[in-house]
């Protein structure tokens, strides 16, 4: 096993069953694991990062029972929609296999390769797949430069915490676009992961608006696809959003929808304006100081300045860019 985590720790997120409050929940989304294709189940399975590791890499090949733990992750996969569609089979099972088509849409396990894209030779992949790899690595690294989003530190309930930084370029290619907000959302879903050694599922999301520009903002029609699509595949991720220095359409688009909101979305969102407000809504959640370095408490600013995109890129999805603390307890 590498020094990234050990196999005594990797087998405890492995060993994770999920947080199934009642038996009815649990038979429930057993069923809708069954009304899966193999395939499918596999697919639905690799929404965990530790599982998608147990199948592809050498040195994260644990031995247990492999169909179990397929069905055990698929089942993870679908309690999430379950929940999300407040225990409607019908509609579960409808947000279930739309994910499932996305996530074959985006490649998602091309996604994570794109830190190997230097030396996918020595890999058992099709040219073509090989070919996607490079292309969503040069997505990303063109991507990063008009708007960063980095697993930039933890909660104070070992969440990861994702950094997205207001875009600064208007051009836009609609397909890297959607790779951007994909591989975001999955390094912040897997660092969770790891780092609460899968006890828990959700992350917390940073939006800073200090320096918007509207113009520089993506096309409506893919802001919309992004919404759609990663709505779909991330139901139950988000435990808190912070949106710090909105634009005032946002805050008043934001006042006449909060009314038709439910209690859970109302309780995930936070909007601040100044330090102050983001001060307080910050510590709230995170032991600054600790556990989110690209924070400065001198006037509330966070920085992306001197991160190195090809090293974020580089790193395994789990880690955060600058290391908090081991993965490993």
Same mark, same amino acid.
């Given at each position: 096993?590498?020094?990234?985590?050990?196999?005594?720790?990797?087998?405890?997120?492995?060993?994770?069953?999920?947080?199934?409050?009642?038996?009815? &929940?649990?038979?429930?989304?057993?069923?809708?694991?069954?009304?899966?294709?193999?395939?499918?189940?596999?697919?639905?399975?690799?929404?965990?990062?530790?599982?998608?590791?147990?199948?592809?890499?050498?040195?994260?090949?644990?031995?247990?029972?492999?169909?179990?733990?397929?069905?055990?992750?698929?089942?993870?996969?679908?309690?999430?929609?379950?929940?999300?569609?407040?225990?409607?089979?019908?509609?579960?099972?409808?947000?279930?296999?739309?994910?499932?088509?996305?996530?074959?849409?985006?490649?998602?396990?091309?996604?994570?390769?794109?830190?190997?894209?230097?030396?996918?030779?020595?890999?058992?992949?099709?040219?073509? &797949?090989?070919?996607?790899?490079?292309?969503?690595?040069?997505?990303?690294?063109?991507?990063?430069?008009?708007?960063?989003?980095?697993?930039?530190?933890?909660?104070?309930?070992?969440?990861?915490?994702?950094?997205?930084?207001?875009?600064?370029?208007?051009?836009?290619?609609?397909?890297?676009?959607?790779?951007?907000?994909?591989?975001?959302?999955?390094?912040?879903?897997?660092?969770?992961?790891?780092?609460?050694?899968?006890?828990?599922?959700?992350?917390?999301?940073?939006?800073?608006?200090?320096?918007?520009?509207?113009?520089?903002?993506?096309?409506?029609?893919?802001?919309?696809?992004?919404?759609?699509?990663?709505?779909?595949?991330?139901?139950?991720?988000?435990?808190?959003?912070?949106?710090? &220095?909105?634009?005032?359409?946002?805050?008043?688009?934001?006042?006449?929808?909060?009314?038709?909101?439910?209690?859970?979305?109302?309780?995930?969102?936070?909007?601040?304006?100044?330090?102050?407000?983001?001060?307080?809504?910050?510590?709230?959640?995170?032991?600054?100081?600790?556990?989110?370095?690209?924070?400065?408490?001198?006037?509330?600013?966070?920085?992306?300045?001197?991160?190195?995109?090809?090293?974020?890129?580089?790193?395994?999805?789990?880690?955060?860019?600058?290391?908090?603390?081991?993965?490993?307890?």
């Amino acid at each position: 096993m590498t020094s990234i985590i050990d196999k005594d720790a990797f087998t405890t997120i492995l060993s994770e069953k999920g947080d199934f409050e009642t038996e009815d &929940d649990e038979t429930a989304c057993r069923k809708l694991v069954n009304e899966l294709s193999p395939e499918q189940q596999s697919t639905a399975a690799k929404s965990s990062y530790a599982y998608w590791l147990s199948t592809v890499e050498d040195d994260f090949c644990i031995l247990l029972d492999r169909d179990e733990l397929k069905v055990q992750f698929a089942m993870r996969e679908a309690r999430r929609h379950y929940i999300g569609a407040n225990r409607d089979y019908e509609k579960a099972l409808k947000g279930l296999q739309e994910a499932i088509t996305y996530r074959e849409e985006f490649k998602i396990d091309l996604i994570r390769l794109i830190r190997k894209a230097a030396s996918l030779d020595e890999m058992d992949l099709t040219d073509d &797949d090989k070919a996607t790899v490079r292309r969503y690595r040069g997505y990303l690294e063109k991507e990063f430069e008009n708007q960063m989003t980095v697993s930039g530190g933890l909660d104070k309930k070992d969440r990861a915490v994702a950094i997205r930084f207001s875009r600064k370029k208007p051009d836009t290619d609609m397909e890297a676009y959607l790779v951007g907000q994909v591989y975001g959302s999955e390094r912040a879903c897997a660092a969770t992961e790891f780092y609460t050694l899968g006890k828990l599922e959700k992350f917390v999301a940073i939006t800073e608006y200090a320096d918007y520009n509207s113009s520089n903002a993506p096309p409506m029609l893919s802001l919309r696809e992004m919404i759609v699509k990663t709505t779909c595949m991330y139901p139950e991720r988000l435990h808190k959003m912070v949106v710090t &220095d909105p634009p005032f359409w946002m805050r008043t688009l934001f006042t006449l929808l909060y009314p038709l909101l439910s209690q859970a979305t109302k309780e995930k969102m936070v909007l601040t304006l100044g330090p102050a407000e983001k001060e307080k809504a910050v510590r709230e959640l995170i032991d600054v100081e600790s556990s989110l370095p690209m924070a400065s408490t001198a006037d509330w600013t966070m920085s992306y300045e001197g991160v190195d995109i090809q090293q974020y890129l580089d790193q395994h999805m789990h880690l955060t860019y600058i290391p908090i603390r081991s993965a490993i307890p």
